[in-house]
T-cell receptor, first 113, second 113 residues
Framework: DTAVSQTPKYLVTQMGNDKSIKCEQN?????MYWYKQDSKKFLKIMFS???????INETVPNRFSPKSPDKAHLNLHINSLELGDSAVYFC????????????FGEGSRLTVL | AQSVTQLDSQVPVFEEAPVELRCNYS??????LFWYVQYPNQGLQLLLK??????LVESINGFEAEFNKSQTSFHLRKPSVHISDTAEYFC???????????FGKGTSLLVTP
């Protein structure tokens, strides 16, 4: 059973399109995250939700909109895709009491043509 | 803001040789420090962490890291590496709430026979 699962794993699309990446965790954690990893493998946090409430919103274009329907799911919707959005997007989860112990999904590789 | 600097982007090493991956942090307050490992085409996994107490922390697969407050470092070491240790290693720092990790730029460890 995959603890943090993301779909799709690969996504190839044209500039200007809108796409979504879904994330689900079955660990019972109360906090979920989206991270972006660029081509140089640099990881940067984008958003964090705790019990469906947005608690971290880094400097991310407002074309990116996270949605947490419940605490086991955190989806990422991207409007008007740009070339620079090409990256691997990682979902992660953690339990509040376990500082810094994030469980990552396998990543979703987005390629914008 | 708390941040970490990984001093080496790539570290090539022969199998069974010792290795040290360097990480320095910047923070004026208490820090929580972590090492994560990313195997090819996978998400990140927690390798070890320092929250408080003993400054030497160990992982189950033979890695260890030492928190050095005077040198603001948290270097990762292994006395004898295996081919299977080939991966990207990320140092990370968390705030006291643990809601976000700030990652370093990663060190690519390449172990060759």
């Amino acid at each position: 059973d995959t603890a943090v699962s993301q779909t799709p794993k690969y996504l190839v699309t044209q500039m200007g399109n809108d796409k979504s990446i879904k994330c689900e965790q079955n660990l019972g954690h109360d906090t979920m995250y989206w991270y972006k990893q660029d081509s140089k493998k640099f990881l940067k946090i984008m958003f964090s939700y705790n019990n469906k409430e947005l608690i971290i919103n880094e400097t991310v274009p407002n074309r990116f909109s996270p949605k947490s329907p419940d605490k086991a799911h955190l989806n990422l919707h991207i409007n008007s895709l740009e070339l620079g959005d090409s990256a691997v997007y990682f979902c992660a989860s953690s339990q509040g009491a376990e500082i810094g112990e994030l469980f990552f999904g396998e990543g979703s590789r987005l390629t914008v043509l | 803001a708390q941040s970490v600097t990984q001093l080496d982007s790539q570290v090539p090493v022969f199998e069974e040789a010792p290795v040290e991956l360097r990480c320095n942090y910047s923070s004026s307050v208490s820090v929580y420090l972590f090492w994560y490992v990313q195997y090819p085409n996978q998400g990140l996994q927690l390798l070890l962490k320092y929250l408080s107490g003993s400054t030497l922390v160990e992982s189950i697969n033979g890695f260890e890291a030492e928190f050095n407050k005077s040198q603001t470092s948290f270097h990762l070491r292994k006395p004898s590496v295996h081919i299977s240790d080939t991966a990207e290693y990320f140092c990370a720092v968390s705030d006291s709430l643990g809601y976000a990790l700030n990652f370093g730029k990663g060190t690519s460890l390449l172990v060759t026979p």
